[in-house]
């Protein structure tokens, strides 16, 4: 019983440290934004769609719309902080632009 609580507690505390940093500069106009969810139940076309969200939000900032150049996503079994977790690779061009 004393194991299980011990596991327990470092699953809780994995979990805790789960964040979704933001928008993160990788180029001289590319971008990238990773969403993760915080258990291991969360769903992959859920965390995509908030991510591609973020990536419209950041460059409507900006007068100018996302175009997605790369998407990823996790895979493997959801244990021991390996919750699911999806990254999308963008940039900015001018609206209407394809």
């Known amino acids: 019983m ?15 440290c789960v964040s979704n940093p933001g928008v993160v500069k990788t180029g001289p106009s590319t971008y990238m934004v990773s969403r993760q969810g915080k258990t291991g139940f969360a769903g ?15 460059c409507a900032q900006q007068g100018k719309q996302a175009q997605m150049t790369n998407t990823s996503q996790s895979s ?23």
């Open 2 to 16: 004393k194991r299980f609580a011990g596991m327990l507690l470092v699953a809780v505390g994995v979990a805790g």
């Open 44 to 58: 992959i076309a859920g965390l995509r769609a908030k991510a591609m969200g973020d990536a419209n939000t950041f």
């Open 76 to 98: 493997g079994m959801p244990i021991l902080g390996n919750f699911p977790r999806a990254d999308i690779e963008f940039t900015c061009v001018a609206m209407g632009a394809e």
